[in-house]
């Protein structure tokens, strides 16, 4: 039924002319496009089951035609990652980047953020409509409209490659290869992918601080010495220290600069650290998370990260964290930062998402050997990053080995951490070996530090 409605609703593209654009942010955005993008504004359900009801506005864009070594090459829709995240910051990567700059890739605003439709008020309406079920069917109708019936590649980074899952299961004939790249499916999520992270933390900040030993002591003199001058929201001082290095630190390519940082706030030749330094970073680069009031349990990365990914801290505090907690106290002397104060936070927000059922929205591996079966061309590429925090390592092992008999699945353990993922997209090149091209680090650090 869906299909019947989906070609009822072959939903009228308006190709933005930018006197026409509903806003100066937008018109900006779009002055600085590449001479060969293609954008527009497609009128979409809010709910595809009734398309006859409300309609959203979804933000396209991209180049259709790829160029020099991708002159023949398929085009790919990217997934960024988030949830409830724009596009624009990863198409400034990729589009800057040696590997991307000539790649024929379509960015999607996805519902409910950027230049699309933004966010329902109702937590409900957000829980059913703005998943990665409405982000697929969007993009099926942009695929429609741009390529008609020519098959295209999909590629999600972070939470996007739960959405390239989600449209292996609804949508695999429309898709020519898969890459997933910094997410993993589990049978039981809410068991396994929270433990494996804060696992795998504190394994990567204890690294940290034997690479850089000095840390230890400068993070050491700097909580003596800050000791409540701090002025936070929700955090304490010391609280507020700890969050911003494990969030600098858990990002692997970030850490020579945290090492310049705290050389810079405590340095061994000084008896008092740089205070005014100190408070200046992190006034311009943490100014809203260490200001929190709350957390807002009502948003739409809460929402989605608890009906699809399995996010479950309540789950996560009575079986898992007395045993992190043991194991951290006993490193007092190696970890002189507390790297679990969110994880102690949360571990009430789930408990009160009332009304909102836990993982209503789960995608199986078994979707992903459906998915194969009814394309038999299908090839998915699974990415992971050897010092990837966010989706360790070890969060893989069930889907290798569930699909281990499946040739056209390929596992691919790369060097750096969750944001590395811009050199992935050679996999996209059909003759890789004649691409000398090549990227940086620099093009997929978050920049915190």
Not at 278 to 287: G, R, V
Not at 299 to 315: L, M, P, Q
Not at 400 to 415: A, D, G, H, I, T
């Amino acid at each position: 039924m869906m299909s019947v409605l989906f070609y009822l609703m072959l939903l009228i593209v308006q190709f933005i002319d930018a006197s026409e654009t509903k806003g100066s942010d937008l018109k900006r955005f779009i002055a600085k496009l590449p001479p060969d993008y293609t954008y527009g504004l497609l009128k979409v359900p809010e709910n595809w089951n009734k398309p006859d009801g409300k309609l959203i506005d979804i933000f396209f864009y991209g180049r259709i035609k790829g160029k020099g070594i991708y002159s023949q090459e398929t085009p790919t829709v990217f997934f960024n990652g988030g949830p409830s995240k724009d596009s624009h910051s990863l198409y400034e990567n990729i589009e800057n980047s040696q590997v991307g700059h000539d790649l024929p890739i379509i960015f999607i605003d996805q519902r409910g953020t950027g230049f699309s439709s933004s966010y329902p008020s109702s937590p409900k309406k957000v829980f059913d409509f703005y998943g990665s079920e409405g982000i697929v069917r969007d993009a099926e109708a942009v695929r429609n409209k741009l390529l008609g019936d020519e098959n295209w590649n999909v590629f999600g980074q972070s939470y996007g490659g739960l959405i390239v899952y989600r449209y292996l299961k609804l949508f695999p004939n429309s898709i020519r290869k898969a890459i997933a790249d910094g997410f993993a499916l589990h049978s039981h999520p809410e068991e396994n992918l929270l433990n494996f992270k804060a696992q795998y933390k504190i394994d990567l900040i204890l690294n940290f601080f034997k690479k850089y030993p000095l840390n230890v002591a400068r993070v050491k003199k700097i909580k003596n010495q800050i000791n409540g001058k701090l002025s936070t929201g929700i955090y304490s001082s010391d609280e507020c220290i700890d969050l911003i290095l494990t969030i600098g630190i858990q990002d692997v390519s970030s850490w020579i600069l945290v090492d310049d940082f705290l050389s810079k706030v405590a340095p061994e030749s000084e008896h008092s650290i740089n205070f005014a330094y100190f408070q200046n970073f992190i006034n311009t680069n943490f100014k809203k998370i260490i200001e929190r009031k709350t957390f807002l349990l009502s948003s739409a990365s809460t929402i989605i990260h608890y009906s699809e990914i399995g996010d479950n801290y309540t789950i996560f505090a009575e079986k898992y964290l007395p045993s992190l907690l043991s194991r951290i106290a006993e490193l007092k002397e190696e970890l002189p930062i507390f790297v679990l104060s969110d994880e102690l936070r949360l571990r009430e927000d789930t408990s009160k998402l009332k009304g909102l059922v836990f993982l209503k929205n789960q995608i199986f591996i078994n979707d992903i050997s459906n998915a194969l079966m009814k394309n038999p061309s299908l090839e998915l590429y699974v990415f992971s990053g050897i010092s990837d925090v966010y989706i360790p390592p070890q969060s893989y092992e069930e889907m290798k080995n569930k699909l281990s008999s499946e040739n056209r699945v390929k596992f691919v353990n790369r060097e750096g951490d969750h944001f590395n993922y811009v050199d992935d997209l050679l996999v996209l090149k059909n003759n890789q070996k004649d691409s000398k091209k090549k990227t940086t680090l620099d093009y997929c650090r978050r920049f915190y530090f």
